[in-house]
């Protein structure tokens, strides 16, 4: 419990100092674009409708989703403006978060302002053209003064709300407090999850309340309140950048995860081992399956580990299942034909979709495999997880079985395992390298026709890396070294609800162990 | 010298009344008083000396120069300007908002501070006591005394008066309308103040000009006014202040004090 606790204060002032920095410049993009916009909107009407409607929707849409899209979106603007003006731009990260905030601190700023003007006695605006103010005069000493407390208020509910929302640009690679929960919430560490809320909540509060004395500030044309919010705000933001200073690194090697447990001790292990080998390394953890290879392709994410099966289907968009060892080598020609990306190897063992029933359950439904499941399926309950009932791999299975499942529930993967066991589901699409499923004993359900394609962990390296031998040099030990049971046996490890380990204890385990395997043949040489 | 001819305003959106025609000259230290009932366009015609409303047709010549000549925010600046709802600025200070005309002109800060002592003192509002107070802290006759001030800040030789003592109550009127009238005739200034009050024009005015439905009905001194009303709505306003003096005698006299 303490160990968990040091272990996350560690990382406190990287994930603070990145989510200050990001929530400071969406927070003053918004208002530099919000400010001009209300005031042209306050004067015009017209203006002032559809303003205030393109806010309004940008403000229902969810945030996860809003920070998602940006990504393909200025992905699809850095390959233009390679190909146009033969530059591009890190699409991963900060430039997808900032924008998002930055849309999302709009509303309350346009919203506040354009009120804050409109509300503005007109007999106060007539006496301001009498005593001979210009437009830009009547602007600068009346209107926005007067305006003032009530514009100041909305950025404050801005900055809350973007505070609170940058949680959320974890997985689109941009660190965060959300590095926090996202990780924990993976690995069903409630500790981390809890500390991350509470540190942007607080993070939020003190903002808030130092925005509030400044209000007051204003409203009571009281010095001392505008320089003690000023005071406290510089201060906030110095001493939490101030860590990101020393560690701003150019030629980082970026080690990407997706958003699942095995992907963070495999994430932690990579990065280990590069760092021990001298190079600096920068981690994109929780990032969505289809950003992460995207951005591997863009060199965004310089190193990870994907699953032959989806790139197979996602990126290959092939339907045809041929062998295991084919699959891997037509999917590493093609990764290096179409996208330059070098597949390094397997790393030995497989996580596939695989459909789990409860031991006792299936044996009294006689069901051995997939195939017995059909007769069932209409009265049964199957959990997947957010992914699997719309990728191909489904479509393909309940083709060739025949499949309809009377309903189809989704859940976040550990949630998943307690659904079966609490009777929710009948069956779930588990993970075959997933350590619960000998924990509880679960029966795997086969695949005689081969619906599913192979899932074997393999190691990729960006386009501009391919070629780096120092750094497959590191890589390349790791090709072979994890089997299944080791895999599931180190999964567990972060899954198990006694004595979990986070997955960077794991990782160092798992080194220490492949080191040993890897360095017997030196010792006996 | 203030030339008006055939200054016209169409009834526009903005809703202020529509006035026809008018020709009127107003000589420099002259008080001249706009009366009439509301919504005759008195206000309108007010407006139009300082630009706040553009004319549709006509010219305003002030000493000669047509107004339109040149920029309006400019022109403003040099003629005060009091309103009924004395529209003070809510986020300054009285000291500040009899200093702001002044800035605009970009006068020295001491000058200004200087001014504004002087003008505060001649309003028996001294600046220690008031200079700091917000329009929200200071009584009805005290912020129009403040409106008052600001306005003259730039020593403008014209003032233009919409209604300045009508939200007043009456005791705080009856001391600040002569009041002014004799700051009118020690500065030397031109005013043209607009009411609907015909007690308080005959008190005040050089010359009054009765309007009715965006026209002139009669201009003259309030002497040529009461002898030779132009016509019966005239004579109903000078009859007016009459009957509210008859009526007031009866019930004084009725009372036993």
């Known amino acids: 419990m303490t160990g968990e606790f040091a272990a996350a204060w560690a990382d406190l002032p990287e994930y603070l100092g990145w989510h200050v920095l990001l929530s400071l410049s969406a927070i003053l993009l918004g208002v530099i674009i919000s400010l001009p916009l209300a005031i042209f909107s306050a004067r015009s009407a017209i203006l002032r409708m559809p303003a205030l409607a393109i806010a309004g929707i940008i403000q229902t849409i969810p945030g996860l989703a809003l920070l998602a899209l940006f990504y393909p979106v200025l992905l699809g603007l850095s390959a233009f403006t390679q190909a146009t003006f033969g530059f ?72 809350v709300w973007v505070i609170g929302t940058a949680t959320l640009s974890t997985p689109v690679g941009q660190t965060s407090l959300g590095n926090y929960i996202f990780t924990g919430l993976q690995t069903e560490n409630w500790i981390l999850v809890l500390f991350g809320c509470v540190a942007a909540a607080v993070l939020a509060l003190v903002v808030d309340r130092l925005l509030a004395l400044a209000e007051e500030g204003l409203v009571l044309r009281s010095r001392l309140r505008l320089v003690g919010s000023a005071v406290g705000l510089v201060a906030v933001i110095c001493v939490s950048v101030f860590p990101l200073l020393g560690s701003a690194r150019e030629h980082a090697i970026v080690v990407g995860t997706k958003s699942f447990e095995e992907q963070y001790i495999l994430g932690a292990l990579i990065g280990d081992r590069l760092a021990h080998a001298g190079f600096a390394i920068e981690r994109r953890d929780g990032l969505g399956s289809q950003v992460i290879f995207d951005a591997l392709a863009a060199g965004d994410v310089d190193v990870y580990v994907d699953y032959s099966g989806t790139i197979w289907s996602d990126d290959m968009k092939r339907t045809d299942l041929p062998s295991r060892a084919d699959v891997l080598a037509r999917m590493a020609d093609w ?36 195939a017995d499941l059909a007769s069932y399926a209409p009265h049964m309950k199957i959990g997947g997880d957010f992914e699997i009932f719309s990728r191909p791999e489904w479509r393909s299975v309940e083709r060739a079985y025949g499949l309809r499942f009377g309903t189809e529930r989704q859940y976040q993967p550990d949630f998943l395992y307690r659904a079966l066991i609490g009777g929710d589901v009948d069956v779930i699409s588990a993970f075959s390298s997933d350590g619960r499923i000998a924990q509880y004993g679960l029966k795997l359900l086969g695949d005689p026709k081969g619906a599913l394609p192979p899932y074997d962990a393999v190691l990729l390296v960006s386009p501009a890396h391919a070629h780096d031998r120092s750094l497959l040099a590191v890589l390349k030990p790791l090709i072979g070294a994890i089997d299944l049971a080791t895999m599931q046996r180190a999964n567990l490890m972060v899954d198990r609800q006694t004595d979990k380990l986070s997955p960077a204890e794991v990782a160092r385990m798992l080194d220490t162990e492949i080191t040993r395997r890897t360095e017997i043949p030196k010792v006996s040489r | 010298m203030i030339d008006i001819a055939n200054l016209t305003k169409d009834y526009h959106a903005d809703g202020a ?6 020709d009127l000259a107003i000589a420099t230290g002259e008080f001249l008083v706009l009366v009439g009932p509301s919504g005759c366009g008195k206000t309108t015609m007010l407006t139009m000396i300082n630009r706040l409303t553009e004319p549709s047709a006509g010219e305003v010549r002030i000493d000669g120069r047509s107004i339109r000549d040149g920029d309006p925010a400019a022109l403003r600046r040099r003629i005060g300007f009091v309103f009924q709802d004395v529209g003070l600025f809510p986020h300054l200070t009285a000291a500040e908002n009899i200093g702001i005309t002044l800035k605009l002109m970009r006068m020295p800060k001491p000058a200004i501070e200087a001014r504004t002592d002087e003008l505060m003192a001649q309003m028996q509002m001294p600046r220690a006591q008031f200079g700091g107070r917000f329009p929200r802290e200071l009584s009805g006759g005290q912020r129009q005394r403040i409106g008052l001030a600001r306005a003259l800040a730039a020593r403008p030789s014209i003032m233009l008066m919409d209604e300045p003592f009508g939200a007043l109550d009456p005791l705080t009127r009856d001391e600040l309308a002569p009041e002014y009238r004799a700051l009118h005739d020690a500065l030397g200034l031109t005013t ?66």
């Open chain 1, 88 to 159: 591009g731009f890190r699409a991963l990260g900060f430039l997808p978060a900032l924008a998002a905030l930055t849309l999302y601190s709009m509303l309350p700023v346009l919203r506040n302002t354009i009120t804050g003007l409109v509300g503005i006695d007109p007999a106060v605006m007539t006496a301001a053209r009498a005593v001979g103010m210009t437009r830009g005069q009547q602007l600068r000493l009346v209107e926005l003064p007067l305006a003032a407390p009530v514009i100041l208020a909305g950025i404050r509910t801005a900055a």
């Open chain 1, 335 to 370: 990764l290096k034909r179409k996208h330059g990306i070098a597949y390094v190897g397997p790393l030995g063992f497989e996580n596939a979709y695989a459909f789990a029933m409860l031991r006792d359950r299936a044996a009294a439904l006689h069901i051995g495999s997939v």
């Open chain 2, 17 to 22: 009344p529509a006035v026809r025609g008018l």
């Open chain 2, 192 to 257: 043209v103040l607009v009411t609907h009050d015909m007690t308080e024009a005959f008190l005040l005015a050089d010359r009054i000009a009765v309007m009715r439905a965006g026209r002139f009905v009669q201009i003259g001194t309030p002497q040529e006014i009461v002898s030779g009303p132009a016509d019966d709505f005239v004579r109903g306003l000078i009859e007016n202040p009459r009957k509210r003096a008859r009526a007031l005698a009866r019930v004084l006299g009725a009372d036993p004090t």
